[in-house]
T-cell receptor, first 116, second 113 residues
Framework: AQKVTQAQTEISVVEKEDVTLDCVYE???????LFWYKQPPSGELVFLIRRNSFDEQNEISGRYSWNFQKSTSSFNFTITASQVVDSAVYFC?????????????FGQGTTLQVKP | EPEVTQTPSHQVTQMGQEVILRCVPISNHLYFYWYRQILGQKVEFLVS????????KSEIFDDQFSVERPDGSNFTLKIRSTKLEDSAMYFC???????????FGDGTRLSIL
């Protein structure tokens, strides 16, 4: 079965704090792709990052970084020095290599509130 | 930067009425999708469309739903006889191919009264 679990329903931090959003995935496929999307209060879904199962290198983009660990089936997302504009729902998602259609399987999402 | 556009942004419909949600995917994309997000819940896959036919559909996508690509640019989702539980945000997405990221429209909020 393919599944994405985001155990943290809501996180609240004060501006400038670092915060990590957890994502654990399940798949039997050896080839798969992991994604993070951001959903700000305005409601749209914004693509943040894609990672394939053969590339375990961590990635940093400005204040954002991602830690992919196949050994624990996790793809965690860290925001350094959080800002109020980071307040949003963040979704982790999976596409399995056996999918002919490339449909995304989403986690439940983590609501991040950054307070000034 | 090209984007997926959806219309209308908000649709209010009486239960039992038909509704058509419209999407214009990114022009060079080949794969098209509809997803649904009930308020406060996760985003759920409804249907994928490639080469002018449905390639996969979820259990949610029953006989009340249909999709169409009537011309080279539009991609529509029709719900024939809406129910209260169809109230949700509906997202259209497209991707160019391979396992490239899907790009989402801003969504249509469907409210069934």
């Amino acid at each position: 079965a393919q599944k994405v679990t985001q155990a943290q329903t809501e996180i609240s931090v004060v501006e400038k704090e670092d915060v990590t959003l957890d994502c654990v995935y399940e798949t039997r496929d050896t080839t798969y792709y992991l994604f993070w999307y951001k959903q700000p209060p305005s409601g749209e879904l914004v693509f943040l990052i894609r990672r394939n199962s053969f590339d375990e290198q961590n990635e940093i983009s400005g204040r954002y970084s991602w830690n992919f660990q196949k050994s624990t089936s996790s793809f965690n997302f860290t925001i350094t020095a959080s800002q109020v504009v980071d307040s949003a729902v963040y979704f982790c998602a999976l596409i399995t290599g056996s999918s002919n259609t490339g449909k995304l399987i989403f986690g439940q999402g983590t609501t991040l509130q950054v307070k000034p | 930067e090209p984007e997926v556009t959806q219309t209308p942004s908000h649709q209010v419909t009486q239960m039992g009425q038909e509704v058509i949600l419209r999407c214009v995917p990114i022009s060079n994309h080949l794969y098209f999708y509809w997803y649904r997000q009930i308020l406060g819940q996760k985003v759920e896959f409804l249907v994928s469309f490639y080469n002018n036919e449905i390639s996969e559909k979820s259990e949610i996508f029953d006989d009340q739903f249909s999709v169409e690509r009537p011309d080279g640019s539009n991609f529509t989702l029709k719900i024939r006889s809406t129910k209260l539980e169809d109230s949700a945000m509906y997202f259209c997405a497209s991707r160019v191919g391979g396992f490239q990221p899907q790009h989402f429209g801003d969504g249509t909020r469907l409210s069934i009264l």
